[in-house]
C-alpha cells in the first residue's frame, strides 16, 4: 500500500495512533474518574489501561498491509520495522506491569501517558526513512525519556539526572541535526534513499566525511556507546527505577534499528572495511573504534562498579559494543544478528530492572544488597540468575545465542579472518563480563542474609512479568528459529 | 537409551530441588537413585553394544535455519567416558551423605553438574556439546563457593572465570570452523570429514586446543586446579578431578584434534627449537608432569598434594594425546578413565575420610595423630589409592601410563625419559602424603575419639577400588571400546590412512 493522502496515513500509523490515544485516555481517567481513589488503585487503572491499549495496538499491528510507504519514505511500513514494533509493544507490556507496583509519584496518569508517548516515538523511529523524520522522531523520545528521567520530584539525584540527560541529549540531537543538514546539502533531499545515490556518486566527498563523524557522534550518545556514554551511569542510577528500564530496554531496541537502518540504507557506499589486510576508509572502521572503545571500557568499568545499577549502565554500553560489531559488519546477515540480539538483551534488561523494581522498598541500590537473596525471594533470585546469565552469555539463553549469532556473522564476512581480532577482544570482553555478573550472584546465592532481614513479598504483576521475561529469554535462546524465522522472513 | 543419562540427571536435579519439604534423607536418596540409574544405564549400554563402534542415539534438527541438530551419538571413547562419569558420580554421592547445609540445593547442582558432563560426552553436535559444556560451568561456581572450605570464593571464581575463558577461546575456533566449512553444520560427523584448509587449521587448533586444555589442568593455564580442588567440597572435587577435568581432554581430542588434524603438523620452521605445535604441546604436558609432582613434593596442605597431583596425572593425559600414535592415545583415554577413579578416591580420603573427622589437612599435625589406629579403613584405602597413583601393575594407572610412555618413547624418546622422572617424583611425595598422614609419629597421648566409617563411605571405596583393579587386570575391557573408537570414521584425518 503506498499513497501520500491523509487517508493512507491514517491507515500505515494505526498502531502508533492507538498508543498515543490510550496516552491521552490514560490521562483524563487518572485525572478524573481515579483521582480521588487511593494511589494504589489509580496505579492499577492507569496500567490497566495503558496495556489493554498496547495490546490492542499489537492487534492492529496484525491487521497492518505488509508493505507500505508514505511520502517516499516518510513512513514505512514493512514486515521488519512491524516484527520490531510488535517487540516494542511486548516490551511496553512488560515495563507497565512493573509500573503497577510503583508508588513514587502521585502524578500517575502522567507518568504512564508519558511511557506510551515514548513508546509511539520509538516506532515511528523505527517505521520511517527520512532524514527529518528519524530527527523528529528521536528528539520526541528523548523529551518523554528526560521528563520521564527526572520524575520523581522529590528525589534530587533524579531531577539531576534528568537534566545531565538533557544537556547531553540536547547537545547530541545539535551534532546529529548538523550531520544530517550536511547529508541534505550533499544530496538535495530528505530521503535516505535519495542520500545513497548521492553517496554512492561521491564517497570521498570531504564534506560527506564531517557529516559521517557527526552523525556517528550524535547516534553514540543515543545509544550510549564509548566514549559517548557518560550520562548512562547518572540515569540509570538516579532514575526512578522504571523509567530506566525504558531507557535501558525498548530505547535501545529502537535506536539501534533505527541506527543501523541509517547506515545501512543511506550511507552504504561510505561504508569502508575495517577488516584486516582490507582496510579502507569509511564508518565502518569508525565504528569499529567506537565498538572497541565500548567494550573495553563498559566491560572494565563494570569491574569497579558497588552500585547495581551502574553496573548494568556500564554492562549496557559494553553490549552496545557487542551490538556495533554488527553496524561494522553491515551485511544481511548481521542485521538479522542484530535484530535478534536487541530484543533479546531487551528483554533480559527489563528483566534486571524488574527484579531492582521488586525490591524498591527494600532499597537495594549496591550489589552487597542483593546478600542472601535466594533466601528470602528464591523465585526473583531464580529470575536474576537467568537474566545475568543470559546478558553473560551463557547457553542455552537467549544472550549466548546473540552472541554467537553476531560473530559468526563477522566471520563469515571478509575472507572469515579479517575481523577474527574483533570477535576475539568481544569474547574476551564477555570473559570479563561474566565476572562481575557473577559478583552480583555471588551475593544472592552464596552470601548469608542480614540477620533479621525477612522474606519479601514480590507484587503479583510484577512477578507476572518477570516470569514473562525469563520464560522468553530461555525459549528464545533454547529454540532461536522462533525469532530469527520471523526476522529473516522480514527482511526477504 | 544412553540419552537418558541426561534427561534422567537433569530430572533428577529439578526433583531434588522442587520437592517440598526439607527432608535430608530423601533428598540424598533421590540423588544416589539418579546416579545409580546413570551408571546402570551406560553398563547396559556397553554390555548391550561392546564393539566400540558408534551408537546414534538421538539425531533431530534443532536450529534449522542454521543446521544445528540435537545429535547425541556415542563410540567406544564417549562410552568410556559415560562409564567413568556414573562411577565417578555414585561415588560422589556417597562421599557427601553427610551434608547438612542447604542439601537440596547441594544435590540439585550435583545432579545438574552430571547431566551435563553426560551431555557433552555423549553430543555429537558441536554447537550443543558446547551448550553442555558451558552449561556446566555455573554448578561449578556454585557448588565451591557455598559449601567449599579454605578461601572458597576466590578459588570459585578462579576456576569458573579460567573455564569460561577456556570456553571463549573454543568457542572463537567453533564459529570460524563453521564458517569456513560452509557446509551449515556444525555436525561432528560433517565437520570430521571436511577437509579445512592446513593454513586455518594451524591458527584455529592451538585455539580450540588451549581452550579445552586449560580445563584439562594444562601448565601453565593449571593454576585453577590446585585452588578449586583444594577449595571444593568433597564430592564437588572428586567430580572436578574425575570428570570434569576429562571435559577439557575430551574436547582436546574430540574437538582440536579430530577436527584440525593438520594444525599438528611441522610449521616449516623453528622457533626456540620448536618445530610444530605437537611438540609445543607435548613439552607443556611433560612441564605439567614434572611440575605437577614437585610441587606436591613439598605442599603442607594434603588436599594440594592431591590437587597437584592431578595436575602431574593429566600431563599424561596431554602428552598420550600428543604422541598421536594408536597406542599414546589409547593410553590417554585410559589415563582420563583411570585418573578419573583414582582422583576421586584420593579426594575422598583426604576430604571425606580424614577431613570431616580431623578438620584439619596440615601434614604436620596430621603427623602426630595416631590415624591409622583410628581409622584402618581410610589408611588401607588411602595406601591402595596411592599404589594405583603411581601406577602400581594390578591398578588401572599402569596400563594407561605405561601405554602413554610407550606411545610417547616412540613419538620422542627423550620425553618419555622425562615422563619417566615425573612418575618417581610421583611416589616420592605419596610415600610423603602417606607416611604424614597416617604413619607418623602421634604426640597426642589423650585418647582421641573421631566418628566411626559409615557405611556409603566403604561402599564408595570399595567401588572405585574395585573398579580400578578389575580394570587393571583386564585392561581389554575397556579397550576393547577405545581402540575401535580411535580406529573409526571420525578419526580418519588424523590416522591418515595408518597411525604413525
Not at chain 1, 385 to 400: C, K, N, Q, T, V
Request: hydrophobic share 55%; with cysteine.
Amino acid at each position: 500500500m503506498n499513497g501520500s493522502g491523509y487517508f493512507a496515513l491514517l491507515r500505515l500509523t494505526e498502531p502508533e495512533i492507538i498508543v498515543a490515544l490510550t496516552g491521552l485516555l490514560v490521562l483524563i481517567l487518572d485525572l478524573s474518574f481515579l483521582r480521588r481513589t487511593s494511589l494504589a488503585v489509580r496505579f492499577r487503572g492507569a496500567v490497566a489501561a495503558a496495556s489493554i491499549g498496547c495490546a490492542v495496538a499489537l492487534g492492529a499491528i496484525e491487521r497492518l498491509p505488509a508493505q507500505g510507504s508514505w511520502m517516499a519514505g516518510m513512513l514505512v511500513v514493512n514486515p521488519l520495522t512491524l516484527l520490531v514494533q510488535a517487540a516494542l509493544l511486548v516490551l511496553a507490556i512488560l515495563i507497565l506491569l512493573l509500573v503497577d507496583s510503583a508508588r513514587f509519584t502521585r502524578h500517575v496518569g502522567e507518568y504512564c501517558a508519558l511511557m506510551l508517548f515514548a513508546t509511539t516515538a520509538m516506532m515511528l523511529l523505527v517505521s520511517t526513512q527520512n532524514l527529518l523524520m528519524i530527527f523528529i522522531t528521536i528528539e520526541f523520545l528523548s523529551l518523554s525519556l528526560y521528563i520521564l528521567t527526572g520524575f520523581d520530584k522529590e528525589s534530587r539525584p533524579s531531577a539531576e539526572a534528568g537534566l545531565t540527560y538533557f544537556l547531553f541529549g540536547g547537545m547530541s540531537a545539535g551534532i546529529l541535526l548538523f550531520g544530517m543538514s550536511l547529508l541534505y546539502g550533499i544530496s538535495g533531499s530528505l530521503s535516505l534513499g535519495e542520500v545513497a545515490t548521492a553517496v554512492n556518486r561521491s564517497p570521498g566527498d570531504p564534506l560527506l566525511t564531517i557529516a559521517l563523524v557527526m552523525v556517528v557522534t550524535g547516534f553514540g550518545f543515543k545509544i550510549a556507546a564509548a566514549p559517548f556514554h557518560m550520562w548512562a551511569p547518572e540515569v540509570y542510577q538516579s532514575a526512578p527505577t522504571w523509567s530506566a528500564t525504558l531507557v535501558a530496554s525498548s530505547s535501545k531496541v529502537a535506536s539501534f534499528f533505527a541506527l543501523f537502518i541509517f547506515f545501512y540504507l543511506g550511507l552504504m557506499g561510505a561504508a569502508g572495511n575495517a577488516a584486516r589486510g582490507n582496510y579502507s576508509i569509511g564508518w565502518a572502521p569508525l565504528i569499529a573504534i567506537i565498538a572497541v572503545a565500548s567494550m573495553l571500557w563498559g566491560n572494565l568499568a563494570a569491574i569497579a562498579q558497588t552500585s547495581f545499577r551502574r553496573l548494568l549502565a556500564y554492562s549496557a554500553i559494553g553490549h552496545a559494543g557487542y551490538m556495533l560489531i554488527a553496524l561494522v559488519i553491515h551485511s544481511r546477515q548481521s542485521f538479522v544478528s542484530l535484530v535478534y540480539y536487541v530484543i533479546t538483551y531487551a528483554l533480559a534488561t527489563v528483566g534486571a530492572f524488574g527484579v531492582l523494581a521488586a525490591l524498591e522498598e527494600e532499597r537495594v541500590d549496591s550489589i552487597a544488597d542483593f546478600r542472601g537473596l535466594s533466601k528470602r525471594a528464591p523465585g526473583l533470585s531464580f529470575c536474576l540468575l537467568i537474566f545475568l546469565l543470559s546478558l553473560a552469555g551463557i547457553p542455552p539463553l537467549a544472550g549466548f545465542f546473540g552472541k554467537f549469532y553476531v560473530f559468526a556473522s563477522a566471520l563469515d564476512r571478509a575472507n572469515h579472518s579479517g575481523l577474527l581480532w574483533l570477535v576475539l577482544l568481544a569474547l574476551g570482553m564477555s570473559v570479563v563480563s561474566f565476572y562481575y555478573y557473577l559478583k552480583v550472584l555471588k551475593q544472592a546465592y552464596v552470601s548469608e542474609p542480614v540477620a533479621g532481614a525477612g522474606v519479601i513479598r514480590v507484587p503479583a504483576t510484577t512477578r507476572i512479568a518477570l516470569w514473562i521475561a525469563a520464560a522468553l529469554v530461555v525459549l528464545l535462546g533454547c529454540l532461536p528459529d522462533l525469532l530469527l524465522d520471523r526476522i529473516a522472513a522480514a527482511l526477504h | 537409551m544412553l540419552a537418558w543419562t541426561i534427561y534422567l540427571s537433569f530430572i533428577g536435579a529439578a526433583a531434588v530441588t522442587f520437592t517440598p519439604g526439607k527432608s535430608a534423607a530423601v533428598a540424598r536418596l533421590t540423588a544416589l537413585l539418579t546416579t545409580l540409574a546413570g551408571l546402570f544405564i551406560a553398563i547396559v549400554a556397553v554390555a548391550h553394544d561392546p564393539s566400540g563402534h558408534q551408537i546414534n542415539i538421538v539425531k533431530a534438527p534443532w536450529m534449522p535455519r542454521l543446521g544445528i541438530e540435537y545429535h547425541l551419538a556415542a563410540d567406544g571413547i564417549s562410552l568410556v567416558l559415560v562409564f567413568l562419569t556414573g562411577l565417578a558420580a555414585v561415588a560422589g554421592v556417597l562421599f557427601s551423605w553427610n551434608i547438612e547445609k542447604r542439601v537440596k540445593d547441594f544435590f540439585g547442582l550435583y545432579l545438574f553438574l552430571i547431566g551435563a558432563v553426560y551431555g557433552v560426552f555423549l553430543s555429537f553436535d558441536l554447537f550443543l556439546l558446547f551448550v553442555f559444556y558451558e552449561l556446566a560451568i555455573i554448578p561449578k561456581y556454585f557448588l565451591i563457593a557455598i559449601w567449599g572450605s579454605t578461601r572458597r570464593e576466590y578459588a570459585a571464581m578462579k576456576l569458573v572465570l579460567y573455564s569460561f575463558a577456556g570456553s571463549a577461546l573454543v568457542l572463537a575456533g567453533m564459529v570460524a570452523a563453521y564458517v569456513v566449512s560452509g557446509q551449515r553444520s556444525m555436525s561432528l560427523e560433517a565437520l570430521a570429514h571436511f577437509s579445512f584448509s592446513p593454513h586455518f587449521q594451524m591458527w584455529a587448533f592451538p585455539l580450540v586446543f588451549v581452550g579445552f586444555a586449560v580445563l584439562a589442568g594444562m601448565w601453565p593455564f593449571h593454576t585453577w586446579a590446585p585452588t578449586g580442588h583444594a577449595a571444593a567440597p568433597t564430592a564437588a572435587s572428586m567430580l572436578l578431578a574425575g570428570v570434569v577435568m576429562k571435559l577439557g581432554a575430551y574436547g582436546c581430542l574430540r574437538v582440536a584434534m579430530m577436527l584440525f588434524p593438520r594444525g599438528l603438523d611441522p610449521w616449516g620452521f623453528r622457533v626456540l627449537g620448536f618445530g610444530s605445535w605437537q611438540q609445543v604441546f607435548a613439552v607443556l604436558a611433560v612441564i605439567g608432569i614434572v611440575y605437577g609432582a614437585s610441587v606436591a613434593l613439598v605442599q603442607k596442605d594434603l588436599k594440594f598434594v592431591v590437587g597437584y597431583s592431578s595436575v602431574s596425572h593429566m600431563g599424561f593425559v596431554l602428552l598420550g594425546l600428543m604422541t598421536l600414535n594408536q597406542i599414546g592415545l589409547a593410553g590417554a583415554v585410559y589415563q582420563m578413565f583411570s585418573h578419573g577413579i583414582i582422583a576421586g578416591l584420593l579426594f575422598a580420603v583426604v576430604g571425606r575420610m580424614v577431613y570431616d573427622r580431623t578438620h584439619t589437612r596440615d601434614l604436620g599435625e596430621l603427623s602426630r595423630m595416631p590415624l591409622a589406629r583410628l581409622i584402618p579403613f581410610a589408611a588401607v584405602t588411602f595406601v591402595l589409592a596411592f599404589m594405583a597413583s603411581i601406577g602400581l601393575p594390578g591398578f588401572s594407572g599402569f596400563v594407561a601410563e605405561l601405554e602413554v610412555l610407550i606411545g610417547s618413547w616412540r613419538a620422542f624418546p627423550w620425553m618419555a625419559w622425562i615422563g619417566g622422572l615425573g612418575i618417581l617424583i610421583g611416589i616420592a611425595f605419596s610415600w610423603r602424603a602417606l607416611q604424614a598422614t597416617f604413619f607418623g609419629e602421634p604426640t597426642t597421648t589423650a585418647e582421641q575419639v573421631v566418628p566411626p566409617m559409615t557405611l556409603p563411605e566403604r561402599l564408595g571405596a570399595c567401588l572405585l577400588l574395585g573398579s580400578s583393579i578389575v580394570l587393571g587386570l583386564y585392561p581389554r575391557l575397556l579397550m576393547n571400546l577405545i581402540l575401535p573408537g580411535l580406529n573409526g570414521p571420525l578419526f580418519e584425518q588424523l590416522r591418515r590412512g595408518d597411525w604413525r
